[in-house]
């Protein structure tokens, strides 16, 4: 029924790492961009990082020099790399991609999330 699945969610400590991973569907016609956003608890959602379908990269702030966004065998699967892990990353991690419906249409497309949880 989605059109991105992640997985890679899952408890890690302070200083460490998770992986996340996102698939999204073949029947998406055109991905431009994917990302992560996140929403901690209680908070509104925020982006994480994207990449573009040519490599370019964007960071959050919060996260620069920890996580790194990169593309997985095409441009249609995506994983973070979430290092120096702190219990403020604690969130659902959403990933997102934008698909180049038509020349002047954008679809926007969002995995279910998961659950990343940064404790001691």
Known sequence: QVDLVESGGGLGQPGGS??????????IYNIETMGWYRQPPGEQ??????????????YADSVKGRFTISRVNNKNTV???????????????LCYAEE???????????GQGTQVTVSS
């Open 79 to 93: 994983a973070l790399e979430m290092n120096s892990l702190k219990p403020e990353d604690t969130a659902v991690y």
């Open 45 to 58: 959602r925020e982006l994480v990082a994207t990449i573009t379908n040519l490599g370019s990269t964007n």
């Open 18 to 27: 998770l992986r996340l991973s996102c698939s999204a569907s073949a029947t």
């Open 100 to 110: 180049r419906y038509k020349p002047y249409i954008i679809r926007d497309h969002w």
